[in-house]
């Protein structure tokens, strides 16, 4: 199973800006795919940005405009660049990975996680 690592989580005031980085052990599959979600307390996770070894990015529509999510095969990392950040954003963010075509699939299926960041935006 493919490890992943976080970092990059902390707080910050409305409209500053946090950057999200997860490095995995390998990329298995193809396709794959990796990216970010997001869980509040009693909420359901939802996926915030993602990327696909086709080139396919997607966003939710919350995070359109403010959020930036590339992959780099070399390093097998994925980063969130996160911008104009608002208080609905504070969250849990996670980093997933899947490796086979389901990672293709709306939504994404994936099949590793991180541990999980805390993103926290004060007014």
């Known amino acids: 199973q493919v490890e992943l690592k976080e970092s990059g989580g902390g707080s910050v005031e409305v409209g500053g800006s946090l950057r999200l980085q997860c490095a995995a052990s390998?990329?298995?599959?193809?396709?794959?795919?990796m990216g970010w979600l997001r869980q509040v307390p009693g909420k359901e996770r939802e996926e915030v940005a993602s990327v696909d070894s086709l080139g396919h990015h997607r966003w939710a529509d919350s995070v359109k405009d403010r959020f930036t999510v590339s992959i780099d095969k070399n390093d097998k990392s994925v980063s969130l660049q996160m911008n104009d950040l608002k208080p609905e954003d504070t969250a849990v963010y996670y980093c997933a990975y899947g490796g086979d075509w389901s990672c293709l699939s709306w939504p994404r299926k994936y099949t590793s996680w991180g541990q999980g960041t805390q993103v926290t935006v004060s007014s």
């Open positions: 390998e990329f298995t599959g193809s396709p794959y795919c």
